[in-house]
């Protein structure tokens, strides 16, 4: 019983909320060049160089998954590197420009692979508004 009583008191690891935080009513595609993967918990980033309609290049951050859920879809720590030409698929965040969850990503390999566990979420319906 006491058991029962301190976990209810205990905080509880935040995370955020995909509705939350991404746009699911604005897909977006990005082709560019890896600068940077971050291989880290909670989740993953990617960080790439990509070209906007009027040519200029604009640094993007591309936030995956977790490192355990991705590597379960194909992922590993060298699937991505600096200087790999890829092209992500995802939705933009709702208030920090050049910043998306990357549902997936077209390796320079030809793979396609999903990179976040917010497709559940999105094919559920759970990700819309």
């Not at 995370?15 to 990005?30: R, W």
């Not at 880290?40 to 993007?60: C, F, L, Q, S």
């Amino acid at each position: 019983m006491c058991a029962a009583v301190f976990a209810t008191v205990l905080p509880l690891p935040a995370h955020h909320s995909f509705i939350a935080e991404y746009d699911s009513g604005k897909p977006l595609s990005l082709t560019g060049i890896v600068t940077r993967v971050q291989w880290m918990n909670p989740h993953i980033w990617i960080y790439i160089d990509a070209k906007d309609a009027g040519g200029t290049i604009v640094p993007w951050q591309c936030e995956g998954g977790s490192p355990s859920g991705l590597s379960h879809m194909g992922w590993n720590k060298n699937t991505l590197k600096a200087g790999d030409h890829i092209s992500i698929e995802g939705f933009p965040a709702k208030d920090m420009a050049h910043t998306c969850i990357a549902r997936s990503a077209k390796l320079p390999d030809g793979r396609q692979l999903f990179s976040s566990s917010s497709d559940e979420a999105i094919a559920s319906g759970r990700g819309k508004k």
